[in-house]
């Protein structure tokens, strides 16, 4: 079994989910991919940086990413930073040929994904982005019908990722939702929904969006005694027109009042339909127009199949048929990065991803700004 020595850069709460499935991945797979080990560390600060590294029993506490993009030691790279640090990262490790764990989205803007495809034909490692929600059973299920042709013709789909973290005006205005961060709900939220439905219906065809920012100013994160303007989006609701002729609607928000990380999808198309709640992710619903209708209804109707922990094999801890919680996608997402890097071939969702993901985020914001439908180019024409 192969052996990688593992570097993170930035450990705080996007930082913790990565580590977990490497602490934990020998648990849950059996046999595992490959073995790995954290030995970097990365933080603004020397303190948070020892903090993590004594957690995770890592050997270096360090707080220039260069001394693990750089690092010959060093085999796989996790960039777990704020957005608008990601760039000079992902450049260094992309430089020096580092397997590359990104979490999205991939870039603050798209000038910044420019010189990321810029440096893609020299780079030799394999890239994956960290979107996790494609890795829950239901949603691995899905794609699977999908691709055998269960719902046919797509028609329409409407889809979601709803919390309600700045539905409170008195909520402090964290980098997330800071535009100088490269934050906002189209880069936070936004990127997982439109990857999603991306994943399982193709590409757009073009967009019509609009967004809102909630209230004009929120108290510092830093200072919660002043309050500065908020300049990001709190939310955004897309029109989108697919390739295939399927038409739908695409939400994200931060201020949906009642909701804590509602990620959901209906599918519809001419042979069947499909439908998922994140906050329900034991199982993914179908309805078959196959299935007889008479009489009295005869055998159709929505049908949940039960997902839950399924996982192909060597996933078998702790149980396929125990609930499923939000960080089992994130291992699950990991796993499959890993089994590429061992495999030495490329993988989905790779930086290519990331990059027209970014292109869909820059289409968003620029019908939102112009009010117009916005053409959007699809992925192989981007990348």
């Known amino acids: ?37 954290i ?12 903090k993590g590294r004594d957690q995770l029993g890592a050997t270096h506490a360090v707080t220039d990413f260069r001394a693990i993009t ?104 964290k980098w997330k939702l800071a535009r100088e961060s490269g934050g906002g ?38 200072d919660p005694a002043t309050r500065v303007k908020v300049e990001a989006e709190d939310c955004m609701m897309v029109l989108a027109r697919m390739r295939s002729g399927a038409i739908g609607h695409i939400e994200a928000s931060k201020i949906a009042t009642g909701t804590e990380d509602d990620l959901r999808f209906e599918l519809h198309g001419s042979r069947g339909g499909l439908r998922f709640e994140s906050m329900r992710p034991h199982g993914l619903e179908a309805y078959d127009m196959r299935a007889p209708g008479k009489p009295l209804g005869g055998q159709r109707g929505w049908t949940r199949i039960d997902t839950g922990q399924r996982y192909p094999e060597p996933a078998g801890f702790p149980s396929p048929k125990l609930s499923i919680g939000w960080i089992r996608s994130h291992m699950a997402c990991l796993v499959n990065f890993l089994n590429a890097v061992v495999a030495g071939k490329p993988t989905e969702p790779g930086l290519e991803q990331g990059i027209h993901i970014q292109h869909l985020m820059e289409c968003t914001r620029q019908s939102a700004q112009e009010r117009a439908w916005v053409r959007v180019e699809g992925r192989e024409s981007k990348v």
């Open 1 to 37: 079994m192969r052996s990688y020595n593992v570097g993170i850069v930035g450990f705080g709460f996007i930082g913790r989910v990565h580590a977990y499935g490497h602490v934990n991945m020998p648990l849950f797979y059996d046999p595992a991919p490959c073995r790995t080990r």
């Open 185 to 222: 709900v189209i880069a936070d939220l936004g990127s997982h929904i439109l990857d999603l439905i991306h994943h399982l219906l193709g590409d757009y065809e073009e967009l019509l969006a609009a967004t809102r920012i909630a209230y004009p100013d929120r108290p510092s994160a830093d």
């Open 39 to 50: 030995t970097h560390v990365c933080t603004a600060h020397p303190a948070s940086a020892e």
């Open 70 to 173: 750089e690092n010959p030691d060093i085999d796989i790279v996790h960039i777990c930073t704020p957005n608008n640090l990601h760039k000079d990262a992902l450049l260094s490790a992309m430089r020096h040929n580092k397997h590359i764990y990104c979490d999205k989205p991939l870039v603050a803007d798209m000038r910044e994904a420019d010189e990321i495809r810029a440096a893609l034909p020299a780079y030799r490692g394999i890239g994956q982005m960290t979107l996790q929600n494609r890795f829950f059973p239901a949603t691995l299920r899905a794609k699977q019908l999908i691709d055998d042709g269960f719902l046919g013709q797509p028609l329409e789909f409407r889809a979601c990722y709803l919390h309600s973290g700045s539905a409170d005006p008195d909520a402090p205005l």
